[in-house]
């Protein structure tokens, strides 16, 4: 027996983003006296301000198709994306994904980030940028992708009714 030095190692999951107090000398852990929050990223956890900081989770997320590509002005394009919590995190995120177009014409489509897919119609013509965008919630953070996509005219046809006076007088 005697004095040793030992370190303890752990993993966790977290369940809540904030600074927590870590104890050193036993009893109940101050950072959830209920055992309800896990303790997670402890390489801020030093003798000197003995706290453990839990931030939120980085998200992906990825433009997988924006069909029709190209499209016509005014026609509904389908853009679809990936989204998912990045390890260590875990967990569902709330909130939103918008997609925006990179001109003033204010096209924009929205649905649940775990929706995967919202419809947009666009409505001018040319090369446009699509981002789609999780703004991130209270313990998981937001992030972003861009896919190009080619709008184009609508085609027209004109018909002729009638033709006035018939015939006409040179």
Excluded at 26 to 41: M, R
Excluded at 129 to 154: C, K, M, P, R, W
Aim: aromatic share 4%; hydrophobic share 30%; net charge negative.
């Amino acid at each position: 027996l005697g004095a040793s030095t030992f370190e303890v190692g752990f993993s966790a999951t977290p369940q809540a983003v904030g600074v927590y107090q870590n104890p050193r000398s036993g009893g109940t852990a101050q950072i959830d006296p209920n055992n309800v929050i896990a303790e997670s990223n402890d390489g801020n956890n030093t003798a000197a301000n003995n706290t453990v900081t839990v931030t939120g989770a980085n998200t992906t997320t990825t433009i997988t198709s924006d069909n029709p590509d190209p499209s016509l002005v005014g026609e509904t394009v389908t853009v679809q994306w990936t989204f998912a919590v990045l390890g260590p995190g875990a967990g569902t995120p709330t909130g939103n994904m918008t997609v925006t177009v990179n001109d003033a014409s204010g096209d924009t489509c929205s649905a649940a980030a775990t929706a995967g897919s919202c419809n947009l119609t666009l409505t001018t013509q040319g090369a446009k940028i699509l981002t789609a965008t999780y703004a991130g919630d209270g313990n998981f953070n937001g992030s972003s992708d861009t896919e190009t996509h080619q709008v184009n005219l609508a085609n027209t046809t004109t018909t002729i009714t009638e033709d006035n006076p018939e015939p006409s007088v040179p």
